[in-house]
């Protein structure tokens, strides 16, 4: 028995490995590191946003690239649009504006102002106002995560109680409906210096405006972190996306600012979009299937390989015919010597048919 141990661990070691490079590798390759991406599934990812929309039963499509915008139905679409390092390019900020005037709904999160150009281009009132907002009395955590306790009767927040922000800023709506706001406590930091200043006044700040453009409609949240996966954890954060999702059949999280998705996500990103690469891969897998059914007896080999019928085949071809004998008798006491006989006869058999075929 012991000898039997012997021979077979390094193989188990191999297998155990190769089985765990194999799921490293796939995971690797499905999932991502950057912020705000949505193949992110750490606390600053926003992968939960693809589960929320699961949940509310729509559609869900990743834009990696702003011309997805173009090609998705406006009306009955919201897109999430969270602002990163880079503003959008013209280009980018035409298709977009097309597709909120054609009908859609779009979720603007910026806190820096990067897409204040973007709302002026498409007419949109709301302005991003940059500066840190801080909330001595109503936050969690710290001041510098704001809770938001005014909220509007609109049907995307009459389920939020609060909306919380995490290092975000106030909105300048210019005439734009308020949805949600802060407490009057709160103040816009405008030195930076993590604290209340005489220069600087507390009041109620808008932090969320919704407002109609064309046929569409745009939502600024004045805060890009506060859709991430932590950040859905605040009840009235959740409660906004599950009543947005819900009010829509299709979920457009635009991933077009993103530099580094993960190789499987953009493969099968590629594989949905296009008639070419599904013919391909199809073809492919046809080819498969041809290719090892010409191979006879493949199943059963690998059957006799890693089945249990062929555990006495893994065994060192080196063993003599008494080593087996023993390994038999330490393996399986309760069979009898004829059968530890015929099971050792067929062994040697097989290999020695082995042998000849090499």
Known sequence: ??????????????????????????????????????YTHSWEGTSELRSEAHTAGAETIVATDTTQYEDTQAEGTVGIA???????????????????????????????????????????????????????REYYRSPALPIATQTADHPYVSDSESFTLNYGTALAPNGADVLIQSSEYA????????????????????????????????VVISDSSSLINVMLERPGNRAFVEQLFAAHDRVLIDQSQATDLPALALAMLALRDSAVLQLLFVTGLIGAVAVLDQQPGWLQRLRDR????????????ELQPTD???????????????????????????????????
């Open 82 to 136: 969270i602002a990163t390092d880079e503003p959008y390019d013209p280009e980018d900020r035409e298709r977009i504006t097309d597709f909120v005037r054609r009908g859609g709904t779009l979720v603007i999160a910026d806190d820096i102002g990067h897409t204040n150009q973007l709302l002026q281009e498409m007419g949109a009132s709301t302005r991003i106002e940059g500066e840190p907002l801080r909330d001595e």
């Open 1 to 38: 028995m012991q000898l039997l141990r012997n021979r077979s661990y390094p193989r188990l070691v191999l297998y155990a490995l190769v089985i765990a490079l194999g799921i490293g590798l796939i995971v690797g390759a499905s999932t991502s590191g950057a912020a705000f991406g949505t």
């Open 324 to 358: 087996l004998r023993a390994i038999l008798e330490a393996q399986h006491p309760e069979w009898d010597a004829n059968r530890r006989e015929r099971v050792m006869k067929v062994v040697m058999n097989r290999r020695k048919k082995g042998d000849d075929d090499d």
């Open 306 to 317: 890693f089945g249990r019928s062929g555990e006495v085949e893994r065994l060192d071809v």
């Open 187 to 218: 103040y816009l930091d405008t030195n930076r210096n993590q604290q209340f200043d005489g220069d600087e006044s507390l009041g109620a700040r808008p932090v969320m405006t919704t407002e109609e453009i064309g046929e569409g409609q745009v």
